[in-house]
């Protein structure tokens, strides 16, 4: 029962690194682009007060 468990968590964490990597080496590294606040988020230029 420990092993499965134990490669189910290997399995998981290799799958998200690849994930990462793949999004990596394609370009895509905005970390806002799901994000529903992203047009008026202060990180992303539209609303800066100065």
């Known amino acids: 029962m420990q092993t499965t468990l134990v490669f189910i968590i290997l399995i ?24 529903e606040l992203k047009k008026n988020c202060q990180k992303f230029g539209h609303s800066k007060e100065k």
């Open 12 to 35: 998981a964490a290799v799958a998200y690194a690849s994930v990462r990597i793949i999004s990596v080496l394609k370009g895509d590294t905005d970390p806002c682009k799901d994000c």
